[in-house]
């Protein structure tokens, strides 16, 4: 694997596998790659800064008021003239620093004012690891997209066991080529448009209670990540879900099918619109604006239900020129299936439906794995048992393909 002409900027913070830093550089190196170091003040006890200047053929930096240094490249130059920012070993204090956007040194500074990808290897007593503080900054990260190597689980310098060893540097380098082999890699979406809808919706009865359903949000995210990935510009419409922040897309939280049904319209016009909402079909016509009393001596309340709107169709028989390329729904049934969803496809007016047995007993729903049968005008496929992520790559790709075919 060459990493030729490729520059990484490594920020090592200070953990004692700092040390792995050295054979990390010698591997990037190896592979004709050049490497800018940044020490944060914690990584210079664990190793010197002369060391990895001399490895690097470049000052290590490691002081955000070194003001010659940043006259003449500056920190916000220092960051954006990389390739790749690579954070090893990056301690639970980097990371909490970098999910919460502070900026008090060097290290964070660049980290902080980079559009640069980010791949971050953790390095940490298995109990910071497990902390919920450093749970939620990984996924705070994640989510802003930064990816992540390790770490690996053994025996830690501090004599216990478990998670938190940063990745062997072979390990962290194969990352590094796995990224630059990524975005070496076709984006066939790139420059499209893609409208998502995601989750349950939530109709409300009074201001404490309502109606909604079990939607895990599982499916979209995974569909919007896969069009992000192929570099669509993805507009992500949730209710409030589990899963509902989607990596590289931009996120729409809306709680009621009236509220998705606007965002929607909002978000057009786009090429790709994919309705994955598990959108409530009715909603309650009068809502109270005080929490509704339970009194013994009264008659449970009376629900009186209105029809919402229903979104796909509405988007799916817009007038050519307003709709959408490519119009994709779901279905989701109890039995029947192929039936069921041959008839939805066409009163919905949809190019492509997805359709699963979401019967009790098959754990489709909310669950990692799905059965989709593929619909069409031309016929139906069945995909037979796939993860929910493997559903969602298969789909982008075959968009790619048709829009392709298209122009
Ligand atoms: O009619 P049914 O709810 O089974 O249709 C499912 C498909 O229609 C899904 O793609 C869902 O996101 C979409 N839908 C919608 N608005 C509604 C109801 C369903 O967009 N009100």
């Known amino acids: 694997m060459t990493l030729a002409g490729k ?3 490594l920020i090592i913070s200070g953990g004692i ?3 792995k830093s050295i054979h990390l550089i010698r591997l990037i190196q190896k592979a004709g790659g050049t490497v800018q170091a940044i020490l944060t003040e914690g990584a210079t006890h664990f190793v010197s800064p002369l060391t990895i200047a001399t490895l690097c053929g470049r000052p290590a930096l490691t002081d955000l008021f070194d003001l010659t240094r ?4 500056g ?11 690579v954070v090893a070993p990056a301690t639970a204090h980097i990371l909490a620093r970098m999910a919460n956007g502070l900026a008090d040194d060097l290290a964070t500074t660049c980290l902080l004012a980079t559009t640069t990808p980010i791949l971050a290897a953790p390095a940490m007593n298995v109990r910071m690891w497990e902390a919920a503080s450093t749970r939620r900054n990984i996924e705070l990260l994640r989510e802003d997209g930064v990816a992540f190597v390790g770490p690996d689980a053994g025996d830690m310098a501090c004599g216990e066991f478990g998670p938190g060893r940063l990745a062997e540097p072979e390990e962290i380098f194969a990352a590094i080529a796995d990224h630059f082999a990524r975005s070496r890699a076709p984006r066939p979406l790139e420059g499209r448009t893609a409208v998502v809808t995601s989750g349950p919706t939530r109709e409300p009865i009074d201001p404490v209670r309502y109606i909604s359903n079990a939607s895990s949000g599982r499916q979209g995210t995974a569909i919007a990540e896969a069009l992000a990935a192929l570099g669509a510009r993805v507009k992500f419409i949730t209710g409030p879900a589990e899963y509902a922040r989607p990596a ?11 509220e998705m049904k606007a965002a929607v319209d909002a978000a057009l016009p786009a090429e790709i619109a994919i309705f994955t909402a598990a959108v409530a079909d009715w909603r309650i016509t009068a809502p109270s604006d005080v929490k509704v009393k339970k009194d013994a001596a009264a008659t449970p309340p009376t629900l009186e ?3 919402n709107p229903d979104i796909l169709a509405s988007v799916a028989q817009l007038p050519a020129g307003q709709r959408p390329s490519l119009v994709i729904g779901f279905a989701a049934e109890t039995g029947n299936l192929e039936t069921q969803a041959r008839e939805k496809l066409a009163r919905k007016g949809c190019d492509w439906l997805l359709a699963n047995d979401v ?3 098959t754990g489709i729903f909310g669950g990692s794995d799905t059965h989709i049968v593929f619909l069409d005008a031309a016929g139906s496929e069945d995909w037979g048992p796939l993860s929910k992520t493997a559903v969602a790559a298969r789909l982008a790709e075959r968009i790619a393909v048709r829009l392709s075919s298209e122009a």
């Open 248 to 258: 590289g897309c931009e996120i729409v939280p809306v709680e009621t099918a009236l």
């Open 305 to 307: 239900f209105t029809p």
């Open 359 to 361: 019967s009790p007993g």
């Open 70 to 73: 940043e006259t003449e490249i």
């Open 75 to 85: 920190h916000i130059e220092l960051s954006r003239s990389a390739d790749l920012i």
């Open 7 to 9: 520059h990484i900027l």
């Open 17 to 19: 596998a700092a040390y």
